[in-house]
């Protein structure tokens, strides 16, 4: 068995974890909630119209500051949202089960034994190393 198919057996273990299945579940809620839409949609608005604002020769710096304001207050009421909050919450712990999978594979790339490697519970890995203070190891 090569790499490859190991990885897309790994792939599919993945999506029968518990964390897969319930970010599915809060993804499909989000993405199927009006209030969520609505608020994305004004945010991409705002988005949009501060980009355009910024590109001006000379760009009026209280404009900017009122699109700065308004997305952060949009944003703030999306995310205290029931839906986004599960949303959020599902994708943290997908991400942590992910972060731990990269820490195991990183380890066992640098030599450690794949049966017995264990990454630090306490460490916080985004799975970029060129910043990393060498906790891993």
Known sequence: MDVIELTRQLGAAIQESEEYKAFK??????????????????????????????????????????????FQDVYASLMVSDTMAAYEEAREALDGKMNYIMQILYLCVNGEDPATCEPQEDHECGGDCCSCGGDCH
């Not at 910024?54 to 699109?67: G, N």
Request: proline residues 2%; negative net charge.
């Open 25 to 70: 579940v809060a993804q499909e809620a989000s993405e199927n909630d009006a209030e969520v839409a609505d608020k994305m949609a004004k945010i991409e608005e705002i988005r949009a119209a501060y980009q355009t604002a910024a590109m001006e020769a000379e760009p009026d710096e209280k404009f900017l500051a009122k699109l700065d304001k308004d």
